[in-house]
């Protein structure tokens, strides 16, 4: 079974993180929900997770993908914590799939992780961020190499459908889209 690490900080974008842990577990893809923080974390909008686990407990050796749920100040809180560098790097480094939506790029690309990449994000998350060479299409869903990208909260459905095809392949894609309704 495919393992999915979704780290959340305080101001998370509820919309992307509920739908990417929703569907990847509808797709029967193991996720992991891990708090910045021991206790329930309270997203953009007042909406309170009670995470799976710390993140301190994670490993990146655990995980097929590690995603990144956007928000404000969800993404700036990712981007401040050495841990999450270190995990993206890590999983990066072995070669596993790491993904970011709305302005969670921005830790990607902090972490030295979109250098030369096509990438997208929430319209002005990459703004003043340093990264060599990359080139924000502002297309919806973009996939350069292991690295996932999606522009918002609008988008989060088809990203993370886009993610259980690149963990489980088009007939598992099929089925939890079927199952939707859409």
Do not use: W
């Not at 393992?3 to 992991?32: C, H, M, Q, W, Y």
């Not at 997770?49 to 490993?59: C, K, R």
């Not at 250098?115 to 973009?142: Q, Y």
């Amino acid at each position: 079974m495919k393992k999915v690490l979704v780290p959340l900080a305080a101001g998370f974008e509820e919309l992307e993180a509920v739908t990417i842990i929703d569907l990847l577990r509808r797709a029967n893809i193991s996720v992991t929900v891990a708090g910045l923080h021991d206790g329930a974390i309270t997203g953009s909008r007042g909406t309170r997770i009670l995470p799976d686990e710390i993140l301190d407990t994670s490993s990146s050796s655990d995980y097929d993908m590690i995603v990144l749920p956007g928000g404000l100040p969800g993404a700036d809180n990712l981007n401040s914590d050495g841990r999450i560098h270190d995990l993206l790097k890590q999983m990066a480094d072995g070669g596993r799939y790491i993904a970011a939506i709305c302005a969670a790029p921005k830790v990607l690309a902090t972490a030295g992780l979109l250098d030369n990449k096509e990438v997208t994000s929430f319209p002005g998350a990459l703004s003043g961020v340093a990264a060599e060479g990359i080139h924000n299409t502002g297309m919806a869903i973009v996939i350069d190499g292991n690295v996932i990208t999606s522009r918002g909260p609008g988008t989060a459905m088809d990203f993370s459908l886009e993610l259980i095809q690149l963990l489980a392949g088009a007939e598992t894609r099929q089925q939890v889209e079927q199952g939707l309704q859409r």
